[in-house]
Structure formats: C-alpha cells, structure tokens
C-alpha cells in the first residue's frame, strides 16, 4: 500500500507557505469571517485506514459539497424519475448563471449548478415529512455521526444575501419545475448549504461513492453500485462548474467543491481525500486545494483514467 | 478473464432488428449513401485479445473520431502549449456552435467540437511539411496498419458542404487563432474527417490511451502517460457534445462519436471497444451506439467510476 | 382636418369580424376572464378633438402601459441621473427575458421590459412617500380624471403567480441595482400593471407625449419638452418587445403595449390613438390593434417618417 | 426658414478642437490610413438648399452608409418579398455578431447589420447582370451624379482583413439563405463598402429618403412613399447597431454611421444631412459626429418626436 501519510505531508510542506492568488468568499458575509490560512487534508481510504495533517479536524462550511448529499437522499427516493427534472450534462456557465434556464424551459442542466440543487432540494421536500431534520438524520446515518449539524449563522447569512439563488428558484418555478412553496424550499436549500463538517468527516461520509459494499450505520446501502457510479460520472463532468473540465484534466477523479474552500475527491474502489483552504481561484474553487489535488494524483498515479 | 466474445455476440443479437429511430447525416452527401443497416462491434484488449461481431471489418468513414489523432499528434509536438490555443472545458452546446466563441475570443472550449479541431489542425499545419501525408503516416505507425487512408470521395464531399466549418474557421481567423491560410487549414481538416477504418482498426489505433505501455510500430510511445491520462479525461468531459454528461452517465467510459455513426471507448488499463451503426440520434451520436456501449457496460461492470 | 371619425369606423368595421389569430393572455388569471371580442378605439387630438368608436369607454387594464407613466414620473423626479440605472436600448429579446441583465451586470436595456420597468419603481419608491397613492395621484392629476385607480383582483392576480418578476427583481437586487426591498418594489410594480383606464382614458392621459403645451390639472409642465421627445424615442425603439422594429416598419408611431391588449400609439404634435383588442399575437402584441393601426397610419399616412 | 449656415458653423467651431475620445477604425488598413482630424458637416434641404462646412467635399469611404443604397435597390426589385430573406428587428448585439444567427436559423436581424446586408448583396446578385456596375449606374442616377465610384484600395483591403464576413457569410449560407456563390457575394458586398463620397453627396443621395417628391435622373421614383418611410423607420431602429437606442434617445432622426466615421441622418419632409468625423466612438460610430447632430437637432428643434 503506499504510504499516504507521508505523500499529503510532502504536498503540505510543499504548498502551505506558497504565495496563494485565490479569494476567500465574501459573498456570504458569515464566510468572509473564516481565517484564510486554513489548510487541511484528510484521506479514508476503503479499507479504513486514516490519514490527516494540518486544519484536517476543524470544522468548514461545506457548502456545494452538500449537493451530492442532497442528490443521493433525492436519487434513493425518487429513482431514474429524478432526472426528467434535473439534467446531466455540463453547463459550460458559472454555477449560478440563469442563461440556459431560459432555453431549457427551466429543467437545471445538472444537478451540482445552483439551480439544480434547488430542483433536487424540492423533490426532497415533497418526499420528506421534516425536510432540515430528515436530512441532516439521513446523513448522520450514513456517516455513522451524530455530531453533524447545521451551521444556523451560516444559514441566516446565506438567506440575507441569497438574491441570485431567490431569482433561480423563482424563474424555475415560472416554468414549473418546482412544486413546493419557495420560501420553503429556500430555507431548506440554504441550510443544507450550512452543513458543517471536519475534512475527515467529509471523506468518512462520501465513503460510499468509493466503496461497492458501503452500507450505512444501519446496514443498508445507500444506492445501487450502479446509481452510485453515475453519480461519481455526474461529479466527473460537472463537479466544478465550468472548470470541470479543468479538474479532470488536472487531477483525473470525480469531485466536488464548495465556496466554503472544500474540495472532495473519490477514487472508487481506492479512497476518499478532502482537502480545505479557503482563498478560491476565480472559477470559485479552491486555489491551494486544486493544487494540492493535481500534485498528490500525479505522485500516487491515482488518476482512473 | 470476462467472455467478451460471449457478451457482445448477446448484445448484438438484442439490437440488431430494434427499431432504431436515429436518422443517418444527410449533411455530407457522400455519407447518406452509407447502407444504414451496419451494425459492428470490436474489442481489442490490452494483452491483444480480439472479439468482433458483425460488421466490424468493413471500413467506414470515422469523422470525428480523427479528432482524438489529430490532438494527439499536436499534444505530440507541442506540448503543454497547445492548451493556450484551446481549452478543456465541456462547451454545453452542439458540435458546430460558433456562439461561445464570441465571448471566449477565438479559444475554443475543447479540442472535440469542431471549432477546437480545426485550431489543432492549424497546429499541426505549423509543424508538419507535408500535412496530409505525414499525420496519415503518423496514424500509420501508431496503429502498425499501412492500409490506413482517406477518402477521396468523403474528402471532397465535405469540402463541397463545409459552410459552418469554414464559417468557423473564418470566426477564429479573425480572432487571430488561425496562424495559417485558411484554406489550407481546411483541406487538412476535411481530410482528417475522411479517414476510413473498420471496428477492428479503431479499436487498435487507440490502444495508446488503455496501455500503459504501448508503444508504436517504432517502438517509440506516442504520449507520456500522463498525457495519454489527460486525453482520457478530455474524452469523458467532452467527447460527444452535448451529450457528454450523459455518455458518462450511461457508459460510464472515455468515449468519441463520430457522425459516421462509429464510437470508441476506452477502458484504462482494460480494452478499447468500437461500434459502428450509422443512424443518429438527435444530438448526433450513433443510436445503436449508444445503447450498445450502456448495455456493455452494464453487463461487464466496466465502468470506470 | 382629416376625417377621423370615419376613417376608424370604416377600419373598425373591417376588422371586427375578422378570424383573430391571437390569442388572450393567460398567465394573470384575472385577465384570461375578459371578454376577447371587446374592441375599441379612441383618438384624441392635440386641439381637443375626441373620436371613438366600440368598446372606447370600457375599462381595461392597461398592464404595461403604465411603464410609460412610472418613467415619466421617475424621469421627473430623477432627471437625466435615471440614464445609470436604465439604459435605452431595444433589447432584441422577449419582455420578461432574464438573459440579457447577466452580461449587463444588472443594467436592464431600457424601461420597457419588465426588468427595467421593476427598477424604475424602485427608483420611484426612493422618492415617493407613499408609492401606491402618490403614482395613482400622478396619474389623476396627469390626466385631469379623479377616476383612476387600481384594479385590486388584478394586482392580487400578479403576484400570484408573478414568478417570472420577483426572479428579475432578485436577479437585479443580486447586482446592486434595486435599492429597496424586493416585497415593496414588486408590490408597487404589480399594481402599477394594474391600472385600470378605458381608450378613452388613455389617449387623455398620454397626450402629453403629442402636445408640446401639454400642462396637467395643476398647470404644471410633466417633463420639458426635450424629455417628452426622447420618451417617444424610446417608444419607438423599444415599446414592443422584440416586436419593436415591425411596429416602427408597419405603423411608422412611438407607440407601447400591453398584455391587456391595448396598445398607445402617438403622433406627435397630431393625436394619441388608442387601441384595445384583447387577443395577442406571438410576440405578446394585440393581433388586431397592430392590424389596425397599420390600416389607419396607412390611410391617414399620419407615420413620422 | 432656420439659418442652418450659421447653426452648423457654431456648432462646428465649438467642437472642432474638442477632446476627441473616439479611436480611428484600423481592422481595414487602408481606414487606418485616413487624417483623423477630417471634419465636415453638409445639409441638403428638399427644397435643394444647400450648407456645408469643413471639410465637406472631400471624399471619404462611406462604408455602412451603403447598406441603404443595397436595400434600396433590393426593395425595388424584390418588394415585400424581401423580409422574408432579412427581418426588421434591433440586434441589441454588435454589428458583426454571429450570435443570433444560430438561432434565427440563418435570417438576419435587419439590413443594417452586416449579415442582413449580405442577405441583400446575394438578393442584388440574383437580379442584377453586372453586379458591381449596375449597383453603381444605380447610384449615379439616384444621386445624378456621374462621378461616384468605388475605392479600389478599401475594396482590396476588406477583403485582404474580412474574416468575420467571410464567417457570416458561410454561415448564413449553411441555413441556405444565401443562394449565389460566397466569393462573388462578398467581393461585391467588400465594393459597396468601399463607395467614396463626399459629405454633399452623401446628403444629395438620400434625399429620397426626405423628399416624398423626389424622383431620379431618368425622372423615376425610386420606391412608393410607404417604401422610402419603412426604410426611415429602419434606420432609427437598427441604424447604429447596439447604440440604436441612444441615437434616437439623443439626436431623434433616422440615421446610419459607417467605420469610416460617416454618419447621414434624414428629417422627413426637411432636410438630409451628413457628418464625417473619422475617430469612432466604443460602439463603432463617430464620436464628434454623434455630438454634432445632438447639438444640432437640440438647436433647430427638429427631432421627428
């Protein structure tokens, strides 16, 4: 087996002190607030084994990252449905333009953009009794965590500056692609963004995107190793908004990021690793985190293609 | 070992007599002549075993399938420069859309559609003495097949209708990303399109992407892995248009359409398959194809995810 | 003087019975109740001379009418200033397009799509005390009739099922151009489109637009009489929608519409003609008032080419 | 009758030796070529009085201006048949946008932005034996001037830079709504750009388009009133590409400007007149040009609003 610990230490030496162009978010004023010399890397592999440096075990803002969670509560309830109301394909747009809406009569191009996210949390809400309490149980099951929870500054922030996100969800709902009360699926949509988590308890819970016989706390799986799989296609394409090609190029693994300066990436059958800084390059993901990604896939040669 | 020979033979009896409501391109004249009943398939695997079915030993026109050689042999003999002359981002749009160019200023989104194609050829024009013939003897040693050619006929049909491909390659001239004469950037690329092969012969000449260890007719590699890795991932993000998600989702491989109705996938380290049935569908990738490869993959569990 | 009384009947009279391809709006279920044989038109000329015939003296709602009376009271107030918030260009796009304010980083193209007219009441709620009386007031005053007002069913129908309008006015509010709350602003811009006024009513209230002496029921100029000129300037250029060139080509007037089917169209320094046919055409247009003031600036040759 | 003499000299003096923000047009070398502080002002009334000042009789390339003098001629042989190959609509894009082609399959926003004007050009060819010269015998007769002619340099040069034409016109022609062959298409579309002209001539040529009287030198009309009044009606909605708006906002007649920094605007029923200033403002219209006819139809009051 290779010697992980050794590898991220290397890349972490390597990076922390590098001169870091990126941005930390401000458009959330509660993540402004976040300390940008944050640098945090945790791997889980399949087998369990553990490895983590640096800021591994302090909690983030996952933000988007939450999208895949939505997505697989969403695809386990609804089935293949799920995708007449939210497409797979990749945008070629920033992630939370309006532009292709118009053209495709509100049906979301993915489900990792804002507005597709937006679609899944309204399914989510008509299959579940107390969407914000049902949720974050799903995902305290599937992580084997009863510490997850919801940062509620954070949401109240996400709400008072949440314009762009106001106008997707009403403009879906013109065409009819949102079944439930805005203010609803709104407030739902921003707290699922206010997920709060370490880099370790990210990579613990998208263990099941990696591992085929990954069942949960309650012994169940998830999804079927095939839905399974084409999510990690989904997040391949279109995990990183219109630099998903970029990600692909570069490091070669399905994942996704999140404003907050996450980054998770699956190898399946292999492992999951979480990296977190928060300064983010102009595409909105994280500048240290790409790097540190594109470095530790070409020394592990862990790419799947 | 899986049974290929086996799974291929069920799969093709399953689809042969299937309604197949695709329609085959009428847009080059010489290509609507192509009988609509072929229907092959071919895997090559990376130890050199074969299986084929159907018509996998007729030769047909490739298309846009050459776009992954003429990448490659600029990859080649550029290097990492090439990607300032164009990007690795999925476009979101169809294959012959001249709208992002405008506001991308000349760069095309991916070396897969044909405006980024086009920018390749420019490329290997600057290289090459004697273009046509030397990338025809490049594909030559690469797949250790001296039959390889073009056809004349499919050349000059192309030629006599390419009006949106010469409106591109004018759009991108004005944006000064064309170095070299138009018409000669385009008589290349019309004959790159025109390059004929059977299954059997595609499936071959792409083993460079699944082996890790290929080499040439010269015993020269073509790629570094890394290189050939991160032609993979342009596939998977960008190869059929804007039907890319959804191959990813459904197939779960590498893959290139062409609108011969040919599509080759790639499984790392695996095989290298090829089907060939040359009525489309609506985004302009085989329908048979398609269905072919998501059922291969199904039965096989060879996604890469 | 020309004939005008005769002249409208005789078009009235050819028009009426003719197989009307439109069709009536239907997404404000207030309006879908109207009776769509209702047809009607009044002229009043700037010597005071009044013409009608059918359904002239029926109250309508004038829905997007009223974007030429919440500009000119904001270009009253905010003068040339305005120009920063609102630009004057035809748009090329539908009236509630969202694409446009995306690469405009939320400047709508002029004050007759929604987008603008949303910000032009948000402009007007900065100035005004209380919004809904003191435009209504404008109005009266305006047009010397103490008669006008609201229709409350129709304003509760807007925003009922206004999804389209609250995503623009959070779209633009996301670029900074919407200085107050959203529930205020769109409050104010559903009850401006609710404004109820018969032909008649409105060819009194805009002859300010035609008569260069024009003073209100106080005695006071509306705008000066620059500013009068360049509202007819962006009528003429934007006051249809993506339809705005064929109304300048067929009918040769500054002249605006409204999904209520009415439509102003102005002579300057001649008349104001009002027309009110309910069914729309494809562009959001009333089918038979564009078919009728073609017919009558044909017969009067009374266009300002 | 107004002392146009006196007006134009004050207004030309208070700019001549202004600021000139504008930058000389350099895509076409030759334009490049051309003394920047040319400046010339010339009126024609339709009584045939005439006032000019600077320098108004040098000749200068009229460029866009000729697109009226294409639709012109197309009109009158064509007749309303003509819209079916061009529409009548504001672009809100740049004049030499492919944007919206690709959705409007290939039919032109208006005549007055490149592609519509190339539309034209192939209607001209389908009706005229010798293209080039019976345009230009069009023209000396409609002028009754022997001595207009083409520059043959500026023809060279347009064609030696046209990329983004020879784009547009491939384009449109693979919707098929080019019906000759491209090269003869654009080698008379790079003439009619390359017509010189002097500021008087320019304001004699479009006196048709003021004079409801005028007839040619053969003593012709040249299209029905109805005709010469849509072609106004263009013009002030499509005449200035994307500063259409602000050209009917400000100045209040219909116009056209060409990269040559011409700009011709018609007051129906009064007076043409031409400025020619070469340095173009960020919309490609001439700076000083815009200015001078703002303050000129401020002062004479005679804006058609």
């Given amino acids: ?5 050794k590898i991220i230490t290397k890349i972490y030496n390597d990076l922390k002190n590098i001169d870091d162009t990126g941005k930390i978010a401000n458009y959330i004023p509660e993540l402004a607030n976040v300390d ?10 399949i087998d369990r084994n553990f490895f983590g440096i640096g800021d591994s075990k302090k909690k983030f803002s996952i933000q988007s990252i939450s999208k895949i969670l939505t997505l697989t509560l969403a695809y386990q309830l609804e089935g293949e449905k799920l995708w007449k109301r939210v497409d797979v394909e990749p ?34 809400i008509s299959h579940l009794k107390n969407p914000k309490e049902d949720f974050l149980n799903f995902c305290r099951i599937l992580s084997k965590n009863p510490d997850l929870n919801y940062s509620e500054k954070v949401a109240q ?33 921003f707290y699922t963004c206010a997920l ?10 998208f263990l099941f995107l990696a591992d085929d016989n990954f069942t949960n706390q309650e012994g169940n799986r998830v999804l079927t190793m095939s839905q399974a799989k084409r999510i990690n296609a989904i997040l391949l394409t279109c995990g990183f908004y219109d630099e998903s090609g970029e990600f692909a190029f570069r490091v ?13 990436a699956i190898h399946p059958d292999e492992f999951c690793i979480t990296v977190w800084s928060p300064k983010l390059n102009k595409k909105g993901n994280s500048y240290k985190g790409m790097l540190f990604l594109e470095q530790f896939t070409t020394e592990t040669e862990s790419s799947i293609f």
């Fill in 1 to 5: 087996m290779k010697n992980y610990q």
């Fill in 157 to 189: 922030s996400e709400k008072s500056s949440g314009y762009r996100n106001i106008a997707l969800c009403n403009f879906i709902k013109s065409f009819g692609n949102i079944k439930n009360d805005i203010d609803v699926v709104l407030d739902f949509y």
């Fill in 91 to 124: 945008s070629g747009n920033p992630f939370n333009s309006l532009l292709q809406l118009e053209s495709d009569l509100g049906i979301p191009r993915n489900p990792f953009i804002n507005a597709g996210a937006i679609v899944v949390c309204d399914v989510l």
């Fill in 252 to 264: 070669g693994l399905p994942g996704k990021s999140g404003v907050g300066g996450g980054i998770v």
């Fill in 36 to 45: 940008d010399t944050n640098f945090g890397i945790h791997i889980t592999t």
């Fill in 196 to 205: 709060e988590m370490t880099c370790k308890e990210v990579s613990e819970i």
